[in-house]
C-alpha cells in the first residue's frame, strides 16, 4: 500500500522559510512523476510544482522563483522548499505521485495525473 507523508508545515510570518518534506512508503518515488499541490479554504486545489522522472522541475507562475521543488531517491523523500512566503500562499500542502511513468510537460500539472495523495500539511503565512 502506497502512503506519502508530508511533514514541515507551520505558520510564519510574510516574507519567512519554510522547507516541506513528504517520505513515502510501500513504492519508490523514483522513476514515477511527484509533485506538490494546494488547496486554499473555499478554493479548489491547485498545483504548485512538479519534478518529472527525468527531474525535470515544473512550476506555477505564483511560486516561480520562490519555491523550490527536489527530490531524494535514495530517502524516498520529496521537497518543497519556500523561500518569501506570502498571506497568499496560506494553504494545506499535499504531496502527490503518478502512477505512470509516462507523461511530460503540461500533463505534471494536472492533479488527474496522479494516483497517490499524501493526507496534507497546513502552511499559514501571516501579514
Known amino acids: 500500500q502506497v502512503q506519502l507523508a508530508e511533514s514541515g508545515g507551520g505558520v510564519v510570518q510574510a516574507g519567512g522559510s519554510l522547507r516541506l518534506s513528504c517520505v513515502a512508503s510501500g513504492r519508490t518515488f523514483s522513476p514515477y512523476h511527484t509533485a506538490w499541490f494546494r488547496q486554499a479554504p473555499g478554493k479548489e486545489r491547485e498545483f504548485v510544482a512538479a519534478?518529472?522522472?527525468?527531474?525535470?522541475?515544473f512550476y506555477a507562475d505564483s511560486v516561480k522563483g520562490r519555491f523550490t521543488i527536489s527530490r531524494d531517491n535514495a530517502k524516498n523523500t520529496q521537497y518543497l522548499q519556500m523561500n518569501s512566503l506570502k498571506p497568499e500562499d496560506t494553504a494545506v500542502y499535499y504531496c502527490a505521485q503518478s502512477r505512470s511513468i509516462y507523461g511530460s510537460g503540461d500533463s505534471l500539472r494536472l492533479d488527474s495525473k496522479y494516483n497517490y495523495w499524501g493526507q496534507g500539511t497546513q502552511v499559514t503565512v501571516s501579514s
Open positions: 519534478i518529472s522522472r527525468s527531474s525535470m522541475t
